[in-house]
């Protein structure tokens, strides 16, 4: 029986454990099932959240949209539709949370979840990092989500000199830019001051997006569409002119060699949809793709210019 036991554990281990580990797309059985065990549990303990005990008014939505944007959008999209820059890369993928299971979920459930994760899978639990009227708040979000009443973020509009000065040939909407930028993880890298903020008199946004940089990583078409690289153009162009990267003082550290004037290319992907490659086709002037580090790469210039870091005093 020992060496049954230990021949099944080697199989398994050989066989299953592969197939199991290896990423692939939730079946539909899959996700039935996944939905079932999940609306069984939460309502299973529904019961000891009670009910709502916040009114889903501007305030309410706009905090629930600060979180969700900060916390959510990664996973499962801006708009709730899984397009952020992981949902779809998990096991199992994000939910839409417009869809019919997430709807029809009670309060309850969704906060249950939200707050404890879904053990085995992706889905964090925010016990710690959130209150729980900060729960509710996400809850009545993603309701708004669901409704298509959600409040829209409070972002400028870039004016028509903004846009010239970026070279931008389409608007593109400013608003969705910002969700963009959460759920695509650019607000992760680039803070609004310091080494990796960024200029708005930036022309070279879409070549950057597309072929990536020494540190930055490339994001293809098939993962972030050309509209809403131009939202993110919109938004960008939006920024204060203080902004490090693309600006006047963005030049490598003693050496003569400037970054590739890249002219303000609309964003196309060059005809790349599969995911970016060093050989990619995407920069137009063919200078622009990552380059091995070192020599007179416009991508030495992190090492040539190391952020200033304060030292503690005693
Ligand atoms: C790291 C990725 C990730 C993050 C971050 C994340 N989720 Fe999820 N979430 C998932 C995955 C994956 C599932 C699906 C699990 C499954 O199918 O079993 C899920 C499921 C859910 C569900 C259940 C939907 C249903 O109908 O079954 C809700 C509700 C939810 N997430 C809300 C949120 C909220 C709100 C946040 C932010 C506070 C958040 N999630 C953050 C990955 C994530
Ligand atoms: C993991 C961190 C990281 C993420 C995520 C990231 N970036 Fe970057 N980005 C960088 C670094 C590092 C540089 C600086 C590279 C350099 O100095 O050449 C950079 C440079 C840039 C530049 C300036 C390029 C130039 O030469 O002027 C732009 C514009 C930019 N990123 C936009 C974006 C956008 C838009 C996103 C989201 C779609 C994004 N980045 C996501 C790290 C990141």
């Given at each position: 029986?020992?060496?049954?036991?230990?021949?099944?554990?080697?199989?398994?281990?050989?066989?299953?454990?592969?197939?199991?580990?290896?990423?692939?797309?939730?079946?539909?059985?899959?996700?039935?099932?996944?939905?079932?065990?999940?609306?069984?549990?939460?309502?299973?303990?529904?019961?000891?959240?009670?009910?709502?005990?916040?009114?889903?008014?501007?305030?309410?939505?706009?905090?629930?949209?600060?979180?969700?944007?900060?916390?959510?959008?990664?996973?499962?999209?801006?708009?709730?539709?899984?397009?952020?820059?992981?949902?779809?890369?998990?096991?199992?993928?994000?939910?839409?949370?417009?869809?019919?299971?997430?709807?029809?979920?009670?309060?309850?459930?969704?906060?249950?979840?939200?707050?404890?994760?879904?053990?085995?899978?992706?889905?964090?639990?925010?016990?710690?990092?959130?209150?729980?009227?900060?729960?509710?708040?996400?809850?009545?979000?993603?309701?708004?989500?669901?409704?298509?009443?959600?409040?829209?973020?409070?972002?400028?509009?870039?004016?028509?000199?903004?846009?010239?000065?970026?070279?931008?040939?389409?608007?593109?909407?400013?608003?969705k830019g910002?969700?963009a930028?959460?759920?695509?993880?650019?607000?992760?890298?680039?803070?609004?001051?310091?080494?990796?903020?960024?200029?708005?008199?930036?022309?070279?946004?879409?070549?950057?997006?597309?072929?990536?940089?020494?540190?930055?990583?490339?994001?293809?078409?098939?993962?972030l569409a050309d509209v809403v690289l131009i939202d993110i153009?919109?938004?960008?162009?939006?920024?204060?002119?203080?902004?490090?990267?693309?600006?006047?003082?963005?030049?490598?550290?003693?050496?003569?060699?400037?970054?590739?004037?890249?002219?303000?290319?609309?964003?196309?992907?060059?005809?790349?949809?599969?995911?970016?490659?060093?050989?990619?086709?995407?920069?137009?002037?063919?200078?622009?793709?990552?380059?091995?580090?070192?020599?007179?790469?416009?991508?030495?210039?992190?090492?040539?210019?190391?952020?200033?870091?304060?030292?503690?005093?005693?």
């Amino acid at each position: 029986m020992l060496v049954g036991l230990a021949i099944a554990a080697i199989l398994g281990l050989v066989l299953v454990a592969p197939i199991a580990l290896a990423h692939h797309d939730a079946s539909s059985l899959e996700t039935a099932y996944g939905n079932a065990v999940i609306t069984g549990l939460s309502r299973l303990n529904a019961g000891n959240v009670g009910a709502n005990p916040t009114t889903a008014n501007a305030q309410s939505l706009q905090q629930g949209r600060q979180s969700y944007t900060g916390s959510c959008s990664q996973c499962h999209g801006a708009g709730g539709h899984t397009q952020g820059a992981f949902g779809q890369t998990s096991f199992p993928p994000a939910t839409d949370l417009t869809s019919d299971a997430t709807s029809s979920l009670s309060d309850g459930q969704m906060f249950y979840i939200i707050k404890n994760g879904l053990g085995f899978t992706p889905m964090p639990a925010f016990s710690r990092q959130y209150s729980d009227t900060q729960i509710w708040n996400m809850v009545n979000f993603v309701r708004a989500l669901q409704s298509g009443t959600e409040p829209l973020l409070d972002v400028p509009t870039p004016t028509p000199d903004q846009l010239t000065a970026a070279k931008l040939t389409s608007g593109g909407d400013a608003q969705k830019g910002a969700d963009a930028f959460a759920a695509f993880g650019c607000s992760a890298c680039h803070e609004p001051s310091g080494a990796l903020s960024i200029n708005p008199v930036n022309d070279n946004v879409a070549n950057v997006v597309r072929n990536g940089r020494q540190g930055m990583p490339c994001f293809s078409t098939s993962l972030l569409a050309d509209v809403v690289l131009i939202d993110i153009q919109a938004y960008i162009a939006t920024f204060p002119v203080e902004g490090f990267l693309g600006g006047p003082n963005d030049q490598p550290g003693g050496g003569g060699s400037a970054p590739p004037a890249q002219s303000g290319s609309p964003p196309s992907g060059g005809g790349t949809s599969g995911p970016c490659s060093t050989s990619t086709s995407a920069s137009a002037g063919g200078s622009a793709s990552p380059a091995p580090a070192g020599s007179t790469s416009p991508t030495a210039r992190i090492s040539a210019s190391p952020s200033p870091v304060a030292t503690p005093t005693p």
